[in-house]
T-cell receptor
């Protein structure tokens, strides 16, 4: 049973470009969470999704950031018009329901030049 | 202090010694989880303790939870060099949507030979 998959593992973008981060949850998991980790800090919650629904996006910046988890395919975190401050590690986690532990993917390290 | 704040921030011990890390939080919780993160890597789930549990063991790990003091401790016995990593506690609140985790800033553990 493969774990949570994220790709790409490393992504380099220039200011103003778009970044698309993908997350495939563990088999049987329908709950997906995105977190961001700035250097030397803990993870900060961004958004919680179930299939085709955004349940909680209280941690998402108001502009440029969006997330989706379609019926088919991976969850996508999209950052438009990236700025240097977006440089961070973005982690996805999945769980079978909202009461169990979350299993994390290896993360995508975004660098904005 | 912030929700899920670890103490100490850094800990250096000799191989074979025990390592104790503490975590304090502010709001009522459903669960508290401990994760390990090796440098530049993803998070590995270590243990989950529910709010109605006081102590839990897993191999060389022992976790305690005191909901009256809103604190938890992680004890690693007979430490090994491979235990060198950052350790985070994460809580999920009783109120609010879903099971979003609030992470502390972590304790950096270094186990020397």
């Amino acid at each position: 049973n493969a774990g949570v998959m994220q790709n790409p593992r490393h992504l380099v973008r220039r200011r103003g470009q778009e970044a698309r981060l993908r997350c495939s949850p563990m088999k049987g998991h329908s709950h997906v969470y995105w977190y961001r980790q700035l250097p030397e800090e803990g993870l900060k919650f961004m958004v919680y999704l179930q299939k085709e629904n955004i349940i909680d996006e209280s941690g998402m910046p108001k502009e440029r950031f969006s997330a989706e988890f379609p019926k088919e395919g991976p969850s996508i975190l999209r950052i438009q018009q990236v700025v240097r401050g977006d440089s961070a590690a973005y982690f996805c986690a999945s769980s079978p329901n909202q009461y169990n532990e979350q299993f994390f993917g290896p993360g995508t390290r975004l660098t904005v030049l | 202090s912030q929700q899920g704040e670890e103490d100490p921030q850094a800990l250096s011990i000799q191989e074979g010694e025990n390592a104790t890390m503490n975590c304090s939080y502010k709001t009522s919780i459903n669960n508290l989880q401990w994760y390990r993160q090796n440098s530049g890597r993803g998070l590995v789930h270590l243990i989950l303790i529910r709010s109605n549990e006081r102590e839990k063991h897993s191999g060389r790990l022992r976790v305690t939870l005191d909901t009256s003091k809103k604190s938890s401790s992680l004890l690693i016995t007979a430490s090994r060099a491979a235990d060198t990593a950052s350790y985070f506690c994460a809580t999920d609140a009783v109120t609010g949507g879903g099971n979003k985790l609030t992470f502390g800033t972590g304790t950096q553990l270094k186990v020397e030979l």
